[in-house]
């Protein structure tokens, strides 16, 4: 089939995408939410990756006081803190400032704990340990240790959180797979129903061309034109959106008893363009589908 016939099937296409414009919006509107379910999951998947990887980069202990410990205790337990190898002290929260951060961070709900009648959180330091001479700091035997120190209530490392937050990651990849696969589906549902009744709205003219001689590939490219087309806006406009939402997300910094998280990052290039590419060969699949399924050929 020649190159100059391509214009032809293009502005067909476009002329079919015209002349049934609601349909066509409504399967675009459909295919784009589809998208941005996806997209907003993989967003989501990709920062919390990148969470645990900067997590992972360095040690952080949580050194938990036992309430009514004594200055002198405090003083025993920071001396003792600062003894070993590789660790710095962050900060130390007292009690009050641990309650005052709890508020904060509860924002609109703080209400919740006005009626408590004490204070149950409590005093702690923050510890971060880097690597001495290229040995692994030894969290286990250091959180053991620690919890035999008089005045020290519990300690909680940050290694202890990767362990468990390792099952929930392996978890959510699996419920994203299921909800990609079963998103996918969706919108091949979608481009196939919406190439249809395009298909059937030119019924009397498609066989009108068939009885003039046209050949079914020289009637099935434009519709499978208008799949493609419908893919490759549904995917740019998924993609536009969730950017302009990441815009909007990331031009605060969370933060969580007063301490910043980590920054909120957009999907890298080629996820974008995988998206975008399977977002057009769904509507091309699609088109191809309902085309086949019409003629029988």
Request: include cysteine; charge should be neutral; aromatic fraction near 10%.
């Amino acid at each position: 089939m020649g190159l100059r016939l391509w214009p032809y099937f293009l502005r067909q296409a476009l002329a079919n995408i015209i002349s049934n414009r609601i349909v066509h919006a409504i399967g675009l509107g459909t295919m784009v939410v589809s998208l941005l379910i996806f997209c907003t999951f993989l967003l989501l998947l990709v920062n919390l990756n990148a969470w645990v990887g900067e997590w992972g980069h360095s040690l952080t202990m949580s050194v938990y006081l036992q309430d009514g410990i004594s200055e002198v205790g405090r003083d025993n337990i920071e001396s003792v803190v600062r003894s070993l190898s590789g660790a710095q002290i962050r900060r130390f929260i007292s009690k009050e400032r641990a309650l005052t951060e709890f508020r904060r961070a509860l924002g609109s709900q703080a209400g919740l704990i006005d009626g408590l009648s004490h204070n149950p959180l409590p005093a702690s330091f923050e510890l971060v340990f880097n690597e001495v001479e290229g040995k692994k700091v030894d969290a286990r035997g250091i959180k053991q240790d620690l919890e035999k120190v008089e005045g020290v209530e519990e300690v909680h490392y940050s290694e202890e959180w990767l362990d468990r937050f390792e099952g929930l990651m392996k978890m959510i990849r699996l419920v994203g797979f299921i909800i990609g696969g079963l998103l996918c589906m969706g919108v091949l549902f979608i481009v196939m129903n919406t190439i249809k009744l395009t298909i059937y709205s030119r019924k009397e003219e498609i066989e009108i061309l068939k009885l003039v001689g046209a050949t079914n590939w020289f009637v099935k490219i434009p519709f499978m034109l208008e799949g493609m087309i419908q893919g490759i806006m549904s995917g740019a406009l998924a993609l536009v959106i969730l950017f302009l939402a990441y815009l909007i997300i990331s031009t605060e910094r969370m933060h969580f008893l007063d301490l910043a998280v980590f920054d909120f990052i957009f999907i890298p290039n080629e996820y974008a363009l995988s998206i975008f590419l399977l977002s057009v060969s769904l509507g091309l699949a699609g088109s191809f589908i309902a085309v086949g399924r019409f003629f029988k050929v």
